[in-house]
């Protein structure tokens, strides 16, 4: 987390999300669904920007705009109006993007909305400026990054997908609260069925970030969340260096170079007041209706807050819990199928809050990529609640299962974890043990400390799977025994 | 006849339009800017302080299409024009 | 180019239809101005162009503006009767810089109209006097867009240089536009710019709807609205493009209807100095059949026996 202490940081997010849960791209019917195809083979006339082809509205993404427009508390607009945005980059077919405006008789989807997030600081209100739709540019290969690669490479399967562009004000002051925005927006996005976050390139964002009430400096092509920390982070040390060294801060927009982690001025510089925005004549407006939108509204999902309430009073989780596993439209509903098996419900929240986070966390992934599914996690704690495994045992094979989703029961038996409750079999080590420290032993007649050390080395010998209770009395007995013995 | 528009305009415009003109072409087209510019602000005569501003000619409205998918190019069509191309990518360019 | 129908169908003697607009479909034909491009026939007579409109025209679901009306066959209905038509004769299409003798021949053919049941009398269209700049300023706007796809990524011409991406997109557009083209990029991005957007382009759009309203109010009282399809005769390849304000005002004619969306037919109707003249009819919106039924029977009466004219050339 950046430290403000010195640098007053103000940031504003441009969010594009993708609405991946659509068939068809905005303006054409080609499939939206790009991933993992073959370059250049969901493309058409339209999509491709060739001369003569003309766009028709996705009547749905209008709908799902309207949705998410709803959720974020915004003023809807009574019609839709799409505009072009003039400006030239290969990722553009037409070298126009056709999008919405809130100038020259246009009106954007939505506006004067609002989200609120939950910080260390305490509840936090970000302001969403407008939300509209647009067409998703094309992808580009580099090779190796933007700034040396020697030429580049298009495939126009993403062209035409439909975007949500939501703006917020500039109401975040750190990259942990953006991060926690994003996070909460994503979320919402996903309960709204409207996209899918998981996706790779399904959420990007751009950040307009300023220091200590210097210039406005934007940085584009940030590819997701996790790298949008990653780039305000690199952004600010950048700008407060220059500050440091009395240089002035000019307006300007930067290029996030995710390979080498750093910002890059781009050489062309069109601002907002460039992009020569006019109503697009090859479409006509749509009118929202107030029965389209009271459609919408009875068809709304339940949202993330809605739902953290419901998890309170339906399995008695604290505030906290309800609060972080819906961050997560994916943690949520692995939640909510793994109390369908199993009724200690505080129980499964520990682990997914606990363990299970911490290691998708190290791992890097996402709990929809792992392996895990609620039924491998239920059938861990049932091991656990059975005796057959200690807690202890279940923090180490829960990173087994997250990697290679494998029944922790086999797992148990595989590498021989099961328990070992068996007085006799306890015994067996506990003998050996007392006759390899003779020492150890004698303190421990005396001392009640040294009999822990004992124990250790019992539960070393058995790699962890000794019982501990029954280990307890059995060293306590045994020492007992001697003690009387001798006497 | 009075300057509407400066050399300085010209090549503000010229750049966002990508149209690079040598010295000359400027000139001359600074020129011919003023000329048809000051044509064209006759329109300052007519007085649209009450007219509603319409943005499309057209009465339609409400056309959409529903969600459903067609089928795309095949690959070798969407290529075939391209001037360059790399395997199954449209070549363009580097950017920096 | 939106008026390439009507003012080349009078300059070679044939005529020339402009449907209304979103009757045929553009999907397919190259954009140069959207909200102005319409696709239309051009013939040896109405009937020919009869026939083709009805082929060509029809509702599209690829194109947002084509018009989901049928409006039945326009060569069927050229046989009807007509009668008690109204025809305003627009004073402005008989405005300055409009040969004298084109307007003697079009008064005649206007005349003439009186033999086939049509009642004439003289009207004004007061904004049709700014339709030149408004059409251009906006024509110009969505050209400078439209033609912004020809980089050479996809398709097309590309400049031969290994440079960045600005340098070869510029150099392209260098190579590949011709002079007139890049003068109507220049202006088109001129008049989106901030800063003179109000003054230009957004001050064209309120001026084309006075002029829709215009003809709105016109077509109240008359069926037709007629006047000279051009100003001046025919002139040679070249002649004019030194002078690009004087090229544009020679549109002047024929651009108001685009700016409506209005239909609108061109038929010859004299020749003076061996040049011919064109007569244009005007109908209101989606009243295409009207408006071909009348010119046929305009053309039937007028019974010209146009001959081409083998001249050589320069």
């Known amino acids: 987390m950046i430290n403000l202490s010195e640098s007053e940081l103000i940031i504003g997010l441009e969010c594009h999300v993708q609405l991946s849960t659509l068939k068809t791209k905005l303006f054409c019917s080609c499939s939206a669904d790009y991933r993992e195809l073959e370059p250049n083979t969901v493309v058409c006339p339209t999509c491709l920007g060739l001369p003569g082809s003309l766009p028709v509205v996705n009547k749905e993404a209008i709908n799902l705009g309207l949705k998410v427009a709803k959720a974020l508390n915004c003023e809807i607009s009574d019609k839709i109006i799409f505009f072009r945005k003039n400006y030239y980059y290969p990722d553009m077919p037409k070298n126009f993007q056709i999008s919405q405006y809130d100038r020259v008789g246009g009106i954007p989807l939505g506006r004067d909305g609002y989200v609120n997030i939950k910080t260390d600081a305490g509840e936090r209100t970000v302001r969403i400026r407008r939300i509209h739709l647009e067409e998703d540019p094309a992808r580009i290969v580099y090779l190796g990054s933007i700034s040396t690669s020697p030429y580049s490479l298009i495939d126009y399967n993403r062209a035409g997908v439909a975007l949500l562009e939501i703006v917020t004000e500039p109401d975040l002051t750190s990259d942990e609260e953006a991060h926690i925005f994003l996070k909460k927006l994503r979320s919402i996005v996903e309960h709204l069925g409207v996209s899918d976050g998981g996706l790779q390139g399904s959420m990007r964002c751009d950040v307009n970030i300023s220091l200590s009430g210097g210039k406005r400096v934007e940085i584009k092509n940030i590819s997701s969340f996790k790298e949008v920390k990653k780039a305000i982070k690199y952004e600010f040390l950048r700008q407060k260096q220059l500050i440091k060294r009395g240089v002035i801060i000019e307006q300007e927009t930067r290029h996030w170079d995710e390979v080498r982690k750093t910002t890059v001025s781009m050489r062309s510089k069109e601002t907002e007041q460039d992009y020569r925005y006019f109503p697009e004549p090859d479409l006509v407006p749509i009118h929202i209706s107030g029965e389209w939108i009271n459609k919408i509204l009875a068809n709304l999902p339940e949202l993330p807050e809605a739902r953290k309430t419901r998890l309170m009073t339906q399995y008695g989780l604290p505030t906290h819990d309800a609060e972080v596993l819906t961050t997560s439209k994916a943690l949520a509903d692995f939640f909510e199928k793994a109390a369908e098996l199993y009724k200690n419900y505080k129980n499964i929240s520990n682990w997914l809050m606990g363990d299970v986070l911490r290691n998708l966390n190290e791992l890097d992934i996402e709990i929809s990529e792992s392996k895990i599914t609620p039924e491998l996690l239920v059938s861990m704690l049932k091991l656990i609640d059975e005796g057959v495994i200690s807690g202890k045992l279940g923090k180490i094979i829960i990173r087994e299962v997250i990697q290679t989703g494998r029944d922790p029961r086999i797992l148990v038996e595989e590498k021989k974890l099961i328990k070992i409750s068996s007085e006799e079999s306890l015994n067996l080590y506990i003998t050996q043990v007392f006759q390899e420290y003779p020492g150890a032993v004698k303190d421990a007649l005396k001392d009640e400390k040294a009999i822990h050390y004992l124990i250790g080395q019992v539960m070393k010998k058995t790699a962890g799977r000794a019982d501990p209770d029954i280990l307890n009395k059995l060293v306590r007995k045994k020492l007992a025994e001697i003690s009387s013995s001798v006497q | 006849m009075s300057e509407l528009i400066s050399r300085d305009v010209v090549l503000h415009v010229a750049w966002l339009a990508r149209l690079f003109l040598t010295d000359e072409q400027i000139e001359a087209m600074t020129k011919q800017f003023n000329e048809i510019l000051s044509y064209f602000r006759k329109l300052d005569r007519v007085d649209t302080s009450n007219v509603p501003l319409e943005l499309y000619v057209t009465p339609l409205k409400d056309i959409t299409r529903e969600d459903i998918v067609e089928a795309s190019l095949n690959p070798d069509e969407a290529l075939k024009n391209a001037p360059k191309r790399e395997g199954k990518y449209f070549k363009a360019p580097k950017m920096m | ?314």
């Open chain 3, 1 to 314: 180019m939106a008026v390439s129908v009507r003012q080349p169908a009078s300059f070679c003697g044939v005529v020339g239809f402009k449907p209304s607009y979103g009757l045929v479909s553009r999907y397919g034909l190259i954009a140069y101005a959207c909200s102005l491009d319409q696709i239309g026939p051009i013939g040896k007579n109405v009937r020919d162009v009869a026939i083709l409109f009805d082929v060509i025209k029809g509702y599209d679901k690829h194109d947002s503006t084509s018009l989901n009306f049928d409006i039945g066959s326009a060569s069927a209905n050229l046989f009807n009767e007509i009668k008690d038509i109204r025809v305003g004769v627009v004073k402005e299409f008989f405005g300055e810089g409009t040969d004298e003798r084109i307007e003697s021949t079009v008064w005649n053919a206007v005349k003439r109209l009186e033999s086939i049941g049509c009642k004439y009398e003289i009207t004004s269209l007061p904004y049709l006097e700014y339709a030149i700049p408004a059409y251009y300023i906006i024509a110009m706007s969505e050209a400078s867009s439209n033609l912004a796809r020809y980089d050479g990524v996809r398709y097309g011409y590309r400049a031969d240089i290994e440079s960045d991406w600005n340098d070869v997109f510029s150099k392209t557009r260098q190579e590949g536009f011709g002079l007139e083209v890049k003068r109507r990029i220049l202006l088109g991005t001129f008049a989106l710019t901030a800063g003179y957007i109000d003054q230009y382009y957004l001050k064209a759009l309120q001026v084309r709807k006075l002029i829709q309203d215009d003809f709105k109010k016109a077509f109240k009282k008359y069926d037709i609205l007629v006047g000279p399809t051009s100003p001046v005769l025919p002139f040679k390849i070249g002649e004019k493009i030194s002078d690009p304000l004087e090229m544009y005002r020679i549109d002047v004619d024929t651009v108001p209807v685009n700016l409506a969306g209005l239909p609108a037919i061109s038929l010859p109707c004299g020749v003076v100095s061996g040049l011919p003249v064109g007569v244009q009819l005007i109908a209101d919106f989606k009243d295409d059949l009207k408006l071909l039924n009348i010119a046929y029977k305009l053309e039937r009466e007028l019974n010209l026996k146009l001959k081409p004219r083998v001249v050589a050339g320069d």
